[in-house]
């Protein structure tokens, strides 16, 4: 439950800085930095989503 927690709200992190570069007047290059760490966070909430999946699957066995 708190693994879903935290990953909640790494989403809405994510989510935010998306709409603050997508909304904002940042040059292109802070743009696309931003939406490489972007692509960085989301892989890694991914990965973390996966792992918790793998859990639940392996406890239900």
Excluded: P, Y
């Amino acid at each position: 439950m708190n693994d879903l927690f935290m990953e909640s709200l790494a989403l809405q992190r994510i989510e935010l800085m998306a709409r603050l570069v997508a909304s904002s007047d940042c040059s292109d290059d802070d743009k696309e930095v931003a939406i490489s760490w972007l692509s960085e966070l989301t892989s890694d909430l991914v990965t973390r989503l996966n792992e918790c999946g793998v859990k639940k699957d392996e406890n239900t066995h």
